[in-house]
């Protein structure tokens, strides 16, 4: 019973890596278009800047979002759980009922 629960229990996906894999491919379709349209070293530092600057914070902002969400999925799965045990310790009682009735009745 214990390993159906540590199964089901609900695991946060791991949100860390988000803003940097945003960021690094930002930073990198810059760099590719600078190179292609041969821009000088000085507006390369300041648009590859720029760009990670904003797309830093535009990965932040994506990863609070998404962590905000999954613990709203992770409320929502408790409160399923929950609900199902409540079930579960229903449907025993109205067993545990049934079965005493039986008794008294042969009795």
Known sequence: MKKKQEEQEYKKPDTRPIPILITL???GISSFV???????????VVNLLITVIIFG?????VR?????????DKKEEEKKN?????????QDEESSDKESDEEQTQE
Do not use: Q, T
């Not at 929950?82 to 229903?90: R, W």
């Open 25 to 27: 491919a930002a930073a």
């Open 34 to 44: 600078s190179i292609l349209k041969d821009v000088s070293f000085g507006r390369f």
């Open 57 to 61: 914070i535009f990965g932040s902002l």
């Open 64 to 72: 609070v979002f998404l962590d905000m969400g999954f613990k709203v």
């Open 82 to 90: 929950m609900e199902s045990e409540d079930e579960k310790a229903d």
